[in-house]
């Protein structure tokens, strides 16, 4: 059980067929492992007798596609309210597009209620944009999301949940030209990478998009985390205090 790829069904399938000890799954037959049990503890078998069967990445590949979702608090029905979570969702799911150095070319924007509130009406939609160009900057994604959210927005339901995706990612550094036919939009690149510096110093959502709303604000959608996990390691005032 101590062995990566053997789980707790497969090890109790193993020691009930008289192996005990790792030595004993890599005297296996692999090709009777893998009509047996399958293709995954096969490979494992393979490793455990000096066999390389499973690269490992130097470095993560890219996202496909970039998310932020969140179910609310409580129920909202404003959309004042939406448009606060939506850009928040979008500032947080641009960073990660910047930390691996892509673009979007498409975003899309979601809100439902809840189907266990089988009290309320019920109400999903969603809506994808696809971008003109390519981009990382945060501010134009939140005013795509804020324009998509407004489309799909009814009024009278009580919504639990929202989220936005970044879709149809390339790489930065390749990018498809086009005529120079309108003024050239204004380059944000270093005001987003002095907006994630200081959200990385002084925590997420230091600076963020105005129409993201403010700490102060009473935030009707914030989730409630009454339950997490305090912050032991890494914030000083959560630090147990023990007197003798």
């Known amino acids: 059980g101590d062995v990566w790829g053997i789980g707790r069904r ?3 399938q193993l020691r009930a067929a008289g192996l005990r000890t790792a ?3 890599a005297r296996l037959d692999p090709a009777t492992v893998r009509r047996r049990w399958s293709v995954v503890l096969e490979r494992t078998v ?9 690269q490992l990445e130097d470095a993560a590949a890219a996202k496909k596609e970039i998310a932020c ?11 004042q309210d939406l448009q ?3 850009t928040e969702f979008v500032g ?3 960073e990660k597009l910047r930390r691996q150095e892509s673009l979007a070319g498409q975003l899309l924007v979601f809100i439902h209620t809840s189907p266990f509130r089988r009290q309320d009406r019920q109400y999903a939609r969603s809506i994808t944009v696809p971008l003109r160009r390519p981009t990382a900057d945060t501010l134009q994604l939140a005013d795509v ?11 009278g339901y009580n919504y639990a949940k929202a989220g936005v995706m970044l879709l149809d990612l390339q790489d930065r550094a390749v990018e498809q030209g086009e005529l120079d036919l309108d003024e050239p939009g204004a380059d944000r690149g270093r005001l987003m990478a002095a907006v994630d510096a200081i959200n990385g110093r002084h925590g997420r959502g230091a600076v963020q998009a105005a129409s993201a709303g403010t700490a102060g604000d009473r935030r009707e959608w914030a989730m409630r985390q009454q339950r997490r996990t305090p912050h032991y390691t890494t914030d000083w005032r959560q630090l147990p205090i023990a007197r003798a």
Do not use: N, W
């Open 10 to 12: 497969i090890g109790e």
């Open 23 to 25: 030595l004993d799954v």
């Open 46 to 54: 393979r490793e455990l007798q000096g066999q390389p069967c499973i």
């Open 69 to 79: 979702t969140r179910s609310f608090g409580r129920t909202i029905q404003r959309l």
């Open 84 to 86: 606060e979570a939506v």
């Open 92 to 94: 947080r799911a641009a």
């Open 145 to 155: 999301a804020i324009t998509a959210l407004q489309a799909i927005y009814r009024p």
